[in-house]
């Protein structure tokens, strides 16, 4: 898809949503391949101070993720916080692991979305992989949300799939949500749904 036609249709999406309902979930750009064979899918909004590892809403079947989040020095979970309902601020650390396919595939991709703010001017996040291997994430696409709050796309490739991934987010931000698709592939059913782009290159690395 052309640049300037996704930022067009995210900024249509976004503006729908925040018409519609301003307090659902900023589930806002779902891959194309969610739910299909050897996927995860993770939602967390952080409504109470005691982080669980199982998200609001998600899907794991090759186990149940792990989450630790360690708040900056003098800071603690913000029931509401700038217009938002259960935020952690960092300048700390958030961590989840996420369980993979057992069988070895060539690669896998990980899709993040981020709701966040900046604590001070200019402060972004930090998205990366640090397990099995140190791999930082691709800004996507940032969208504004209004009143300082931000939504971040961020995608990450581990070649070759791992059985098991650990997710670093960290950054003088603070956090409302985070949702995290995973997909282990090829697979022929889902190679169509990754996009011309990424077909590309399965093709020259095959």
């Not at 669980?52 to 800071?75: C, K, N, R, T, W």
């Not at 791999?135 to 070759?160: D, K, M």
């Amino acid at each position: 898809m052309p640049k300037f036609l996704g930022a067009a249709l995210g900024l249509a999406l976004v503006a729908g949503w925040l018409a519609a309902s301003p307090a659902a979930a900023d589930d806002l750009f779902p891959p194309p391949w969610r739910g299909q064979p050897n996927t995860t899918f993770g939602l967390w909004e952080f409504y109470t101070p005691n982080p669980s590892p199982l998200p609001d809403e998600g899907h794991y079947p090759f186990g149940p993720p792990s989450m630790a989040i360690y708040p900056g020095v003098g800071q603690v979970w913000q029931s509401e916080w700038n217009g938002r309902t259960g935020v952690w601020p960092l300048s700390g650390e958030i961590w989840l692991g996420i369980p993979n396919s057992p069988i070895q595939r060539p690669w896998k991709d990980i899709h993040i979305q981020l709701t966040w703010g900046p604590q001070a001017p200019g402060n972004t996040p930090i998205v990366m992989s640090t397990q099995p291997i140190s791999v930082p994430g691709t800004l996507v696409q940032t969208t504004p949300l209004g009143s300082g709050w931000f939504h971040s796309v961020y995608t990450i490739r581990l070649e070759p799939n791992p059985s098991w991934e650990q997710i670093l987010i960290t950054g003088g931000i603070d956090v409302d949500e985070l949702v995290v698709d995973t997909i282990c592939i090829p697979e022929p059913a889902t190679l169509g749904l990754l996009g011309l782009g990424l077909v590309a290159i399965w093709r020259r690395r095959s």
